[in-house]
Protein backbone atom coordinates (compact mmCIF):
# COMPACT_ATOMS: atom_id res chain seq x y z
CA UNK A 1 0.00 0.00 0.00
CA UNK A 2 1.10 3.77 -1.01
CA UNK A 3 1.97 6.15 1.75
CA UNK A 4 2.85 9.79 2.18
CA UNK A 5 4.47 12.11 4.12
CA UNK A 6 3.51 15.82 3.42
CA UNK A 7 5.16 17.97 5.31
CA UNK A 8 3.81 21.54 6.21
CA UNK A 9 6.06 23.65 3.36
CA UNK A 10 4.58 21.20 0.58
CA UNK A 11 6.98 18.61 0.43
CA UNK A 12 5.48 15.49 -0.05
CA UNK A 13 7.97 11.92 0.36
CA UNK A 14 5.88 8.93 -1.32
CA UNK A 15 6.71 5.27 -0.05
CA UNK A 16 5.25 2.04 1.15
CA UNK A 17 2.89 2.41 4.18
CA UNK A 18 4.19 0.13 7.64
CA UNK A 19 2.44 -0.42 11.33
CA UNK A 20 -1.24 0.63 11.64
CA UNK A 21 -3.43 1.81 8.59
CA UNK A 22 -3.76 5.45 10.15
CA UNK A 23 -4.04 9.32 9.39
CA UNK A 24 -1.68 11.20 11.66
CA UNK A 25 -0.29 15.12 11.98
CA UNK A 26 2.92 15.51 14.13
CA UNK A 27 5.97 17.37 14.50
CA UNK A 28 8.28 15.70 12.11
CA UNK A 29 11.80 14.74 13.90
CA UNK A 30 15.00 12.78 13.28
CA UNK A 31 17.07 10.72 15.47
CA UNK A 32 21.19 9.43 14.61
CA UNK A 33 20.57 6.25 16.61
CA UNK A 34 22.10 3.54 14.94
CA UNK A 35 20.37 0.82 17.61
CA UNK A 36 17.91 1.56 20.00
CA UNK A 37 14.04 1.66 18.18
CA UNK A 38 12.31 -0.05 21.11
CA UNK A 39 13.40 2.48 23.56
CA UNK A 40 12.88 5.71 20.98
CA UNK A 41 9.26 4.23 20.46
CA UNK A 42 8.62 4.13 23.89
CA UNK A 43 9.94 7.37 25.32
CA UNK A 44 7.36 9.48 26.74
CA UNK A 45 9.52 12.40 25.49
CA UNK A 46 8.43 11.87 21.82
CA UNK A 47 4.16 12.15 22.15
CA UNK A 48 3.32 14.61 19.67
CA UNK A 49 5.85 13.68 16.70
CA UNK A 50 7.01 11.31 15.00
CA UNK A 51 10.13 10.01 14.10
CA UNK A 52 12.66 9.72 11.38
CA UNK A 53 15.37 7.47 12.10
CA UNK A 54 17.92 8.42 10.01
CA UNK A 55 20.23 5.16 10.33
CA UNK A 56 18.90 2.91 6.94
CA UNK A 57 17.69 -0.42 8.14
CA UNK A 58 15.60 -0.31 11.55
CA UNK A 59 13.84 -3.57 12.90
CA UNK A 60 16.37 -6.31 12.24
CA UNK A 61 16.67 -7.95 15.43
CA UNK A 62 12.62 -7.04 16.15
CA UNK A 63 11.29 -5.64 19.87
CA UNK A 64 12.25 -7.65 23.21
CA UNK A 65 9.60 -6.05 25.68
CA UNK A 66 12.48 -5.81 28.55
CA UNK A 67 13.93 -2.90 26.38
CA UNK A 68 10.49 -1.16 26.42
CA UNK A 69 11.41 2.43 28.13
CA UNK A 70 7.22 2.80 29.37
CA UNK A 71 3.80 1.16 29.27
CA UNK A 72 3.33 1.48 25.66
CA UNK A 73 4.77 3.06 22.66
CA UNK A 74 4.16 7.29 22.10
CA UNK A 75 5.62 8.75 19.21
CA UNK A 76 2.90 9.45 16.32
CA UNK A 77 4.64 7.80 13.65
CA UNK A 78 7.84 6.07 12.62
CA UNK A 79 9.18 7.01 9.38
CA UNK A 80 12.44 4.59 7.94
CA UNK A 81 14.61 3.89 4.93
CA UNK A 82 13.75 -0.04 5.05
CA UNK A 83 11.77 -1.97 7.69
CA UNK A 84 13.58 -5.34 8.27
CA UNK A 85 10.54 -8.01 7.87
CA UNK A 86 12.58 -10.64 9.61
CA UNK A 87 13.90 -10.35 13.56
CA UNK A 88 17.06 -11.83 13.81
CA UNK A 89 17.89 -12.23 17.58
CA UNK A 90 17.04 -15.06 20.25
CA UNK A 91 15.44 -12.01 22.46
CA UNK A 92 12.82 -10.89 19.93
CA UNK A 93 9.13 -10.92 21.38
CA UNK A 94 8.04 -9.86 17.94
CA UNK A 95 8.63 -8.01 15.07
CA UNK A 96 8.88 -4.37 14.51
CA UNK A 97 6.20 -4.28 12.38
CA UNK A 98 3.88 -6.61 14.51
CA UNK A 99 4.89 -4.17 17.42
CA UNK A 100 3.69 -1.30 15.43
CA UNK A 101 0.51 -2.37 14.28
CA UNK A 102 -0.09 -3.37 18.15
CA UNK A 103 0.46 -0.36 19.70
CA UNK A 104 -1.69 1.51 16.23
CA UNK A 105 1.60 3.57 15.17
CA UNK A 106 1.37 4.36 11.88
CA UNK A 107 4.35 4.92 9.65
CA UNK A 108 6.39 4.84 6.19
CA UNK A 109 9.43 2.98 4.26
CA UNK A 110 11.04 3.21 1.23
CA UNK A 111 11.73 7.24 1.34
CA UNK A 112 14.78 9.09 1.22
CA UNK A 113 15.69 9.73 5.21
CA UNK A 114 19.00 11.32 4.04
CA UNK A 115 16.48 14.13 2.10
CA UNK A 116 14.08 14.13 4.91
CA UNK A 117 16.84 14.96 7.63
CA UNK A 118 18.45 17.67 5.61
CA UNK A 119 15.72 19.80 4.67
CA UNK A 120 14.72 19.34 8.57
CA UNK A 121 18.20 20.52 9.50
CA UNK A 122 18.11 23.26 6.70
CA UNK A 123 14.61 24.36 7.36
CA UNK A 124 14.02 23.56 10.63
CA UNK A 125 11.58 21.11 12.35
CA UNK A 126 8.43 21.18 10.75
CA UNK A 127 4.97 19.19 11.07
CA UNK A 128 3.45 16.65 8.62
CA UNK A 129 0.51 14.04 7.87
CA UNK A 130 1.02 10.71 7.26
CA UNK A 131 -1.37 9.43 4.94
CA UNK A 132 -2.22 6.71 2.64
CA UNK A 133 -4.74 8.37 1.44
CA UNK A 134 -3.75 8.96 -2.45
CA UNK A 135 -6.06 12.06 -3.27
CA UNK A 136 -5.25 14.61 -0.44
CA UNK A 137 -5.40 18.13 -0.74
CA UNK A 138 -2.19 19.53 -0.91
CA UNK A 139 -3.58 22.81 0.46
CA UNK A 140 -5.50 21.40 3.05
CA UNK A 141 -3.10 19.21 3.94
CA UNK A 142 -0.60 22.04 4.57
CA UNK A 143 -2.87 24.15 6.69
CA UNK A 144 -3.83 20.94 8.84
CA UNK A 145 -0.39 21.05 9.61
CA UNK A 146 0.41 24.71 10.39
CA UNK A 147 -2.38 24.66 12.72
CA UNK A 148 -1.11 21.44 14.70
CA UNK A 149 0.84 22.18 18.16
CA UNK A 150 1.71 19.52 21.08
CA UNK A 151 0.14 21.23 23.75
CA UNK A 152 -1.32 18.64 26.37
CA UNK A 153 1.13 16.44 26.29
CA UNK A 154 2.78 16.02 29.43
CA UNK A 155 -0.92 15.41 30.81
CA UNK A 156 -0.79 12.55 28.43
CA UNK A 157 2.18 10.89 29.29
CA UNK A 158 2.51 10.98 33.10
CA UNK A 159 1.41 8.11 35.80
CA UNK A 160 -2.37 8.69 36.82
CA UNK A 161 -1.58 8.05 40.96
CA UNK A 162 1.64 7.77 42.63
CA UNK A 163 3.36 4.18 42.87
CA UNK A 164 6.64 3.28 44.77
CA UNK A 165 9.20 1.20 43.16
CA UNK A 166 10.67 -1.14 45.84
CA UNK A 167 14.01 -1.76 43.99
CA UNK A 168 17.11 -3.62 45.39
CA UNK A 169 15.71 -7.18 45.37
CA UNK A 170 13.50 -7.32 43.01
CA UNK A 171 15.70 -5.73 40.60
CA UNK A 172 18.83 -8.07 41.67
CA UNK A 173 16.29 -11.24 40.88
CA UNK A 174 15.62 -10.07 37.17
CA UNK A 175 19.07 -8.92 36.32
CA UNK A 176 18.85 -4.83 36.17
CA UNK A 177 21.44 -4.67 38.66
CA UNK A 178 24.26 -5.97 36.07
CA UNK A 179 25.24 -3.10 34.71
CA UNK A 180 25.86 -0.96 37.98
CA UNK A 181 29.31 -0.17 39.73
CA UNK A 182 27.94 -0.48 43.19
CA UNK A 183 27.66 -4.04 44.51
CA UNK A 184 29.82 -7.25 44.72
CA UNK A 185 29.79 -8.43 40.82
CA UNK A 186 31.57 -12.26 41.87
CA UNK A 187 28.64 -12.50 44.58
CA UNK A 188 25.85 -11.23 42.13
CA UNK A 189 27.34 -14.30 39.29
CA UNK A 190 27.27 -16.32 41.94
CA UNK A 191 23.64 -15.57 42.48
CA UNK A 192 22.30 -15.58 39.14
CA UNK A 193 24.24 -19.66 38.72
CA UNK A 194 21.78 -20.40 41.84
CA UNK A 195 25.10 -20.84 43.92
CA UNK A 196 23.25 -18.75 46.59
CA UNK A 197 19.90 -18.16 47.96
CA UNK A 198 17.86 -15.18 47.12
CA UNK A 199 17.92 -15.08 51.44
CA UNK A 200 21.95 -14.92 51.60
CA UNK A 201 21.95 -13.35 48.81
CA UNK A 202 19.60 -10.46 49.63
CA UNK A 203 21.90 -8.29 52.09
CA UNK A 204 25.27 -8.73 50.40
CA UNK A 205 23.78 -7.03 47.60
CA UNK A 206 22.42 -3.82 49.55
CA UNK A 207 25.58 -3.96 51.56
CA UNK A 208 27.02 -2.22 48.74
CA UNK A 209 25.09 -0.47 47.28
CA UNK A 210 25.79 3.38 47.73
CA UNK A 211 22.01 4.93 48.03
CA UNK A 212 20.98 2.34 50.26
CA UNK A 213 18.09 3.55 52.38
CA UNK A 214 17.55 7.20 50.27
CA UNK A 215 14.13 7.79 49.46
CA UNK A 216 13.62 9.83 45.87
CA UNK A 217 10.40 11.68 44.92
CA UNK A 218 10.58 11.15 40.97
CA UNK A 219 8.04 13.78 39.52
CA UNK A 220 6.75 12.24 36.37
CA UNK A 221 6.84 14.74 33.40
CA UNK A 222 6.58 11.57 31.06
CA UNK A 223 9.78 9.74 32.38
CA UNK A 224 11.37 6.87 31.11
CA UNK A 225 11.57 3.81 33.40
CA UNK A 226 15.28 3.40 33.53
CA UNK A 227 15.52 6.63 35.62
CA UNK A 228 13.88 4.96 38.09
CA UNK A 229 15.66 1.70 37.36
CA UNK A 230 19.09 3.30 37.96
CA UNK A 231 18.00 4.69 41.07
CA UNK A 232 16.73 1.69 42.79
CA UNK A 233 19.76 -0.42 41.47
CA UNK A 234 21.41 1.65 43.80
CA UNK A 235 19.68 0.59 46.80
CA UNK A 236 17.25 3.47 46.76
CA UNK A 237 13.23 3.39 47.43
CA UNK A 238 11.77 5.38 44.58
CA UNK A 239 8.49 7.10 44.89
CA UNK A 240 6.56 8.45 41.23
CA UNK A 241 4.64 10.86 41.32
CA UNK A 242 2.10 12.67 38.57
CA UNK A 243 3.33 15.77 36.88
CA UNK A 244 0.30 17.82 38.54
CA UNK A 245 1.76 16.64 42.25
CA UNK A 246 2.03 20.13 44.94
CA UNK A 247 5.20 20.35 46.30
CA UNK A 248 3.55 20.34 49.42
CA UNK A 249 2.36 16.70 48.74
CA UNK A 250 6.08 15.97 47.91
CA UNK A 251 8.13 17.26 50.65
CA UNK A 252 5.09 16.39 53.10
CA UNK A 253 6.69 12.43 52.37
CA UNK A 254 9.90 13.65 53.47
CA UNK A 255 12.13 12.80 50.24
CA UNK A 256 15.84 12.61 50.69
CA UNK A 257 15.86 13.95 47.24
CA UNK A 258 13.94 14.76 44.83
CA UNK A 259 14.29 13.75 40.66
CA UNK A 260 12.33 15.54 38.28
CA UNK A 261 12.00 13.71 35.04
CA UNK A 262 12.41 13.63 31.06
CA UNK A 263 9.04 14.80 29.21
CA UNK A 264 7.68 16.13 26.16
CA UNK A 265 6.47 19.05 24.69
CA UNK A 266 7.38 23.00 25.14
CA UNK A 267 8.83 23.49 28.54
CA UNK A 268 6.45 26.84 29.07
CA UNK A 269 3.28 24.68 27.95
CA UNK A 270 2.75 23.43 32.02
CA UNK A 271 2.97 26.65 34.15
CA UNK A 272 1.35 25.05 37.13
CA UNK A 273 4.09 22.44 37.21
CA UNK A 274 6.57 25.31 36.95
CA UNK A 275 4.74 26.86 40.05
CA UNK A 276 5.44 23.56 42.41
CA UNK A 277 8.77 23.24 41.03
CA UNK A 278 10.14 26.69 42.60
CA UNK A 279 8.59 25.53 46.04
CA UNK A 280 10.15 22.83 45.79
CA UNK A 281 13.39 24.87 45.06
CA UNK A 282 12.41 26.74 48.13
CA UNK A 283 13.31 23.55 50.22
CA UNK A 284 15.91 22.19 51.26
CA UNK A 285 15.85 19.16 49.25
CA UNK A 286 18.78 17.94 47.06
CA UNK A 287 17.35 18.12 43.71
CA UNK A 288 18.28 16.32 40.09
CA UNK A 289 16.66 17.09 37.17
CA UNK A 290 16.79 15.13 33.61
CA UNK A 291 15.96 16.78 30.22
CA UNK A 292 12.31 18.82 30.83
CA UNK A 293 12.62 19.01 34.55
CA UNK A 294 16.39 20.90 33.76
CA UNK A 295 14.09 23.25 31.52
CA UNK A 296 11.83 23.60 33.76
CA UNK A 297 14.08 24.12 37.25
CA UNK A 298 15.19 27.07 35.11
CA UNK A 299 11.93 28.69 33.99
CA UNK A 300 10.57 28.42 37.74
CA UNK A 301 14.05 30.13 38.67
CA UNK A 302 13.31 33.01 36.26
CA UNK A 303 15.54 32.13 33.43
CA UNK A 304 14.37 31.74 29.91
CA UNK A 305 14.55 28.68 27.09
CA UNK A 306 14.05 28.47 23.38
CA UNK A 307 13.56 26.69 20.40
CA UNK A 308 16.15 24.61 18.80
CA UNK A 309 16.01 24.73 15.01
CA UNK A 310 15.67 20.95 14.51
CA UNK A 311 16.78 19.08 17.90
CA UNK A 312 19.58 17.05 19.62
CA UNK A 313 18.07 13.35 19.20
CA UNK A 314 20.56 10.82 19.64
CA UNK A 315 23.03 8.92 21.32
CA UNK A 316 26.26 10.54 20.07
CA UNK A 317 26.27 13.98 21.37
CA UNK A 318 29.51 14.76 22.77
CA UNK A 319 29.23 17.06 26.32
CA UNK A 320 31.72 18.17 28.54
CA UNK A 321 31.75 18.44 32.40
CA UNK A 322 32.77 21.89 33.09
CA UNK A 323 33.56 20.84 36.60
CA UNK A 324 35.85 18.00 35.58
CA UNK A 325 36.71 18.92 31.58
CA UNK A 326 35.65 15.42 30.63
CA UNK A 327 33.47 15.13 27.71
CA UNK A 328 31.20 12.00 27.63
CA UNK A 329 29.20 10.73 24.84
CA UNK A 330 25.12 11.32 25.70
CA UNK A 331 22.19 10.02 25.10
CA UNK A 332 19.91 12.95 23.52
CA UNK A 333 16.04 13.74 23.06
CA UNK A 334 14.59 17.63 23.07
CA UNK A 335 13.87 20.54 20.68
CA UNK A 336 14.95 23.03 23.93
CA UNK A 337 17.52 24.15 25.59
CA UNK A 338 17.61 27.08 28.37
CA UNK A 339 18.96 30.05 26.82
CA UNK A 340 22.57 31.41 28.51
CA UNK A 341 22.03 34.72 27.04
CA UNK A 342 19.77 35.49 29.78
CA UNK A 343 20.33 33.00 32.65
CA UNK A 344 21.20 34.72 35.91
CA UNK A 345 24.55 33.71 37.31
CA UNK A 346 23.43 35.00 40.69
CA UNK A 347 20.81 31.82 40.54
CA UNK A 348 22.93 28.99 38.64
CA UNK A 349 25.64 28.43 36.56
CA UNK A 350 26.55 26.53 33.31
CA UNK A 351 27.75 22.78 34.54
CA UNK A 352 28.00 21.27 31.07
CA UNK A 353 28.19 22.46 27.33
CA UNK A 354 27.28 20.58 24.05
CA UNK A 355 30.76 20.26 22.37
CA UNK A 356 28.90 20.71 18.83
CA UNK A 357 27.01 23.71 19.06
CA UNK A 358 28.33 25.25 22.34
CA UNK A 359 24.45 25.42 23.72
CA UNK A 360 24.11 24.71 27.45
CA UNK A 361 23.45 20.77 28.98
CA UNK A 362 23.35 21.47 32.20
CA UNK A 363 23.01 24.25 35.41
CA UNK A 364 24.45 23.81 39.03
CA UNK A 365 22.36 26.41 41.39
CA UNK A 366 24.14 28.67 43.45
CA UNK A 367 23.82 28.25 47.56
CA UNK A 368 21.70 24.83 46.67
CA UNK A 369 21.94 21.14 46.37
CA UNK A 370 20.74 21.30 43.22
CA UNK A 371 21.70 20.06 39.53
CA UNK A 372 20.45 19.60 36.42
CA UNK A 373 21.34 18.28 32.77
CA UNK A 374 19.71 18.41 29.60
CA UNK A 375 21.26 15.06 28.51
CA UNK A 376 19.70 11.43 29.60
CA UNK A 377 22.17 9.80 31.97
CA UNK A 378 20.41 6.63 32.12
CA UNK A 379 20.79 6.44 28.60
CA UNK A 380 18.69 3.53 27.15
CA UNK A 381 19.05 4.09 24.18
CA UNK A 382 22.83 5.29 24.10
CA UNK A 383 26.21 5.56 25.83
CA UNK A 384 26.15 4.84 29.67
CA UNK A 385 29.22 7.44 29.60
CA UNK A 386 27.32 9.74 32.12
CA UNK A 387 25.71 7.11 34.76
CA UNK A 388 27.88 8.41 37.38
CA UNK A 389 25.36 11.59 37.68
CA UNK A 390 23.12 9.14 39.79
CA UNK A 391 26.03 8.47 41.90
CA UNK A 392 26.88 12.28 42.13
CA UNK A 393 23.10 12.91 43.37
CA UNK A 394 23.35 10.13 45.73
CA UNK A 395 26.57 11.90 47.17
CA UNK A 396 24.26 14.81 47.57
CA UNK A 397 21.82 13.20 49.50
CA UNK A 398 24.41 11.44 51.24
CA UNK A 399 26.15 14.62 52.80
CA UNK A 400 23.23 16.63 53.15
Not at 97 to 103: A, F
Not at 107 to 120: E, H, S, Y
Not at 228 to 234: I, P, Q, V
Amino acid sequence: MKAFLILEDGTVFEGQHIGAVRETISEIVFNTSMAGYPEVLTDPSYAGQAVCMTYPLIGNYGVNRSDLESRQAWVEGLIVRELSEVASNFRSNLTLQEYLVEQNIPGIQGIDTRALTRRLRESGTMNGMLTTNENFDLADVQARCKAYNTKGVVEKVTCKEAYVLEGTKDLAENGALSGSAHFNKEDYEAYKKGDMSKEEKKPSLVKELNGAGKFVALLDLGAKDNIAASLAARGCKVKIYPAETSAETILADKPDGIMLSNGPGDPKDVPGVIAEIKKLYDSDVPIFAICLGHQLMALATGNDTYKLKYGHRGGNHPVKDLATGKVTITSQNHGYVVDMDKIDEKVCKAAFVNVNDGTNEGLSYVGKNIFTVQFHPEACPGPQDSSYLFDRFIDMMNHR
